[in-house]
């Protein structure tokens, strides 16, 4: 339903810049242009932001098996944005998201359009759990199972073709 508003708004809106002249344009742009930006800034997603690296290293600690940039969601309001509207990410970028405790963690896909695998780990770095090819658009919920102070989130299908599994760790540094 609110898809269908949204395009009646931008139909409304291409309607009225084809059929004014510029001065009623100008007007039509003044009382319409809250709604019209929050439109243009919502639909798009914001770019990636690489704030860090961040290294899978296996159980046995010996090997990388993959390294990554991140962008990282560390206040109340980063982690409730998350990658929500983001169109398409890289499979050499991903977010984590850093909470201050440890606490068990359920995420959701709420206006999230690109699948992904939600990986939960603990306040040793350790992987604890994962929800894999996460559905996009989707409010159900995600949990941890296990308590989690970082959650990663990397495009759907990533853990699998990368080979990354429970009891793995993770590095990061901040830029």
């Not at 169109?87 to 359920?106: A, C, K, N, V």
């Not at 495009?155 to 073709?161: C, L, P, Q, R, Y």
């Amino acid at each position: 339903m609110q898809l269908h508003l949204k395009l009646l708004l931008l139909a409304a809106l291409y309607t009225a810049s084809c059929n004014s002249s510029p001065s009623q344009q100008q007007a039509a742009d003044t009382t319409t242009a809250p709604a019209a930006a929050e439109s243009i800034a919502t639909s798009n997603g914001s770019a990636f932001k690489k704030q860090g690296t961040l290294a899978f290293v296996s159980k046995s600690g010996a090997d990388t098996i993959r390294k990554i940039d991140i962008q990282l969601a560390q206040t109340d309001q980063q982690r409730e944005d998350g990658l929500m509207y983001r169109r398409s990410m890289t499979d050499e970028q991903g977010m984590l998201f850093i909470f201050p405790d440890m606490e068990e963690r359920s995420f959701w896909m709420k206006n999230t359009y690109i699948s992904l695998d939600i990986i939960y780990i603990d306040d040793k770095m350790e992987i604890v759990s994962v929800q894999k090819y996460a559905t996009p658009l989707s409010e159900q919920s995600l949990p941890s199972f296990k308590k989690a102070q970082y959650v990663l989130e990397v495009n759907g299908g990533f853990v699998d073709k990368y080979h990354i599994a429970y009891g793995d760790k993770i590095a990061y540094t901040k830029d």
